[in-house]
């Protein structure tokens, strides 16, 4: 294991993902420094709450960001923090140049600071492995959902998953593995090709009303409005939507709680149903990126 002794880390805000990553870079014996702790009542051994100031950072040779980075106005969201998080224009001025940025996504606020003041910034949730390893506690979540708000089996319902990306392929592969009569709706013929291939039952997003009549439970992962009125005017009353999209979604919700259809948005699954998983994910490229 290489040690990380030499590095000062600062850790702003986040949530149970966070802890994990910061017990990871502990038993790498990096310095670890919390800012927006104020009420985790239990500190990990090793590490040190401290106020967010640009003396803080000056010393910084990494900080952690939150998944969801910070807001265009700078707030910082921490599940610990006793009062509001910003990183202001003046913490930025403050970091040292040669010190990385990590966070999951970054919003134009962030890309702005770090281009203003030549910083490195990684977004953790672009790259190809961390998507596919978080493909499936997303995929898990998405179960235990349908699960939770239905009141049949997931064995022999009719499934649709909407999407054969990262998600989509570890979704219809568990909903498959579980016994669930799996449609999938893809756009391009690799894809339609690909599902077949899995031992799915493939048709093209353009059928989707069709084969929404037949839906128990339709799982969306396209980042579009696919789920439209008349879509929804198609399905069964008692049929549940999983929508699983970055926001805003591919549903269209009003229209779907108008007629009476169980439609639920569900962002984030990794850090609600498996947080600690979901932080040794996000530790791994850290630590891996810390060591080079």
Known sequence: MTL????????????????????????????????????????PEGAVKVQLE???LA????????????GNDGSVESSFAAGDLVMSEELFAAI??????????????????????????????DRDDVAIYNSIPTAEGAVMIAMQ??????????CAVLGLGRIGTTLARTLKALGAIVAVGVHKPDAYARAYEMGLQPFYTSELAEQAEQADILFNTIPAPVITRDVISRMPR????????SHPGGTDFAYAKERGVQALPALGLPGIVAPRSAG???????????ET
């Not at 010393?59 to 998944?67: G, N, R, Y």
């Not at 008692?238 to 999209?245: K, N, P, S």
């Not at 040794?280 to 810390?290: H, S």
């Open 59 to 70: 010393k910084a040779d990494a900080i952690i960001l939150p998944v969801a980075g910070t």
């Open 149 to 158: 708000h239905t009141d049949v089996m997931l064995h022999g319902s009719r």
């Open 238 to 245: 008692q049929a549940l939507i999983v929508d699983l999209a």
């Open 54 to 56: 640009p003396s803080l």
């Open 96 to 125: 040292p140049r040669h010190a990385t940025l990590f966070t999951g996504i970054a919003k134009s606020y962030l890309r702005e600071m770090c281009g203003r003041y030549a910083l490195t910034l990684v977004e953790i949730l």
């Open 4 to 43: 990380l002794s030499s590095k000062k880390i600062a850790v702003i805000g986040g949530d149970l993902r966070q802890l994990e990553v910061i017990r990871m870079l502990l038993e790498r014996q990096a310095e670890v420094l919390l800012a927006g702790y104020d009420e985790l009542a239990q500190v």
């Open 280 to 290: 040794r994910i996000i530790g791994n490229v850290i630590v891996e990126m810390l």
